[in-house]
Antibody, heavy 121, light 106 residues
Framework: QVTLRESGPALVKPTQTLTLTCTFS??????????VNWIRQPPGKALEWLAR???????YFTASLNSRLTISKDTSRNQVVLTLANVALVDTATYYC?????????????WGRGTLVTVSS | EIVLTQSPGTLSLSPGERATLSCWAS???????LAWYQQKPGQTPRLLIY???TRATGIPDRFSGSGSGTYFTLTIRRLDPEDSGVYYC????????FGGGTKVEI
């Protein structure tokens, strides 16, 4: 059974760096073709794909946030970590991690429940 | 970067009717790498369709996807109140960008 769970601070101050952890089970990020993604959704707004890390450590980022995002994995602990630097009020959102494949399988078939992050001073 | 535009913004229909949701891409979507998701209020998105027309596991055949290139549609037959929610298209030929969503009210 595939599960993913996001964790991190519920509240961060403007200009700080947000660090989120996705802990998953039921699959391995060392298996060829497996990827983990981060997606966010501001309250009442649409989904926004942020980043992806692949089994071979390839990384991809949305263009608009490329300079502020980092993504890494700890295969032994089944975790993926996303950092977002210099947060602002507009970064308030529910942050999801989701599993996908690569190439023709780069759609999100398993999702975590999401974690709400509020940016406020 | 490909931009996805969904229409209409809101669709209000009655049980038993058919819904047709549209998704336009600003450029041709590589290999029809287009997916659809359903998000009910307070819930996580659920994958419905991938590859423009392939239903995900466990998705009833009332849901169907079609289209190619820059225009795609999601059709929901025999609407049920449980189908209420927001539906998103996503292209995955380049990045994983989503459309703005269509809200379906039954």
């Amino acid at each position: 059974q595939v599960t993913l769970r996001e964790s991190g601070p519920a509240l961060v101050k403007p200009t700080q760096t947000l660090t989120l952890t996705c802990t998953f089970s039921g699959f391995s990020l060392s298996t060829s073709g497996v990827c983990v993604n981060w997606i966010r959704q501001p309250p009442g707004k649409a989904l926004e794909w942020l980043a992806r890390i692949d089994w071979d450590d390839d990384k991809y980022f949305t263009a608009s946030l490329n300079s502020r995002l980092t993504i890494s994995k700890d295969t032994s602990r089944n975790q993926v970590v996303l950092t977002l630097a210099n947060v602002a009020l507009v970064d308030t959102a529910t942050y999801y991690c989701a599993r996908s494949g690569a190439g023709p399988s780069f759609y999100f078939n398993y999702w975590g429940r999401g974690t709400l992050v509020t940016v406020s001073s | 970067e490909i931009v996805l535009t969904q229409s209409p913004g809101t669709l209000s229909l009655s049980p038993g009717e058919r819904a047709t949701l549209s998704c336009w891409a600003s450029q041709s979507v590589n290999n029809n790498y287009l997916a659809w998701y359903q998000q009910k209020p307070g819930q996580t998105p659920r994958l419905l369709i991938y590859g423009a027309s392939t239903r995900a596991t466990g998705i009833p055949d009332r849901f169907s996807g079609s289209g190619s290139g820059t225009y795609f549609t999601l059709t929901i037959r025999r609407l049920d109140p449980e189908d209420s929610g927001v539906y998103y298209c996503q292209q995955y030929g380049s990045s994983g960008r989503f459309g703005g969503g269509t809200k379906v009210e039954i």
